[in-house]
């Protein structure tokens, strides 16, 4: 799983999004550290849609929004990916805590 499609599942685990709001909410909770440029970010979500880890809500749901936004939700197929990088890397961060505390 790439970082982007990562990044990008965390941020709708919390909540729906649409594109530009997902990119502002990684670039948040990285602390400025990771930034989704249009060209990774929007070529990601297609592949996330294809390959159903989220799907399209369509137009906003609230009148003052910006007609033109899609808005993405994490599916369970998504969550289930999503779960089992986390305890991939959360392994692979215990391996790391201890090899650099001997060193």
Not at 2 to 19: F, K, Q
Not at 88 to 93: H, K, N, R
């Amino acid at each position: 799983m790439t970082s982007a499609i990562v990044h990008i599942l965390l941020s709708l685990a919390e909540t729906d999004r649409h594109g530009l709001g997902i990119a502002a909410d990684v670039k948040t909770f990285t602390a400025g550290r990771v930034t989704l440029g249009p060209g990774t970010l929007y070529g990601t979500i297609k592949r996330l849609l294809d390959d159903e880890l989220i799907e399209d809500l369509g137009a906003p749901l609230a009148e003052d929004d910006d007609p033109r936004r899609r808005y993405y939700r994490i599916t369970a197929k998504g969550r289930r990916a999503l779960e089992a990088e986390m305890q991939g890397l959360t392994s692979v961060l215990g391996v790391a805590r201890r090899r650099l505390k001997t060193s």
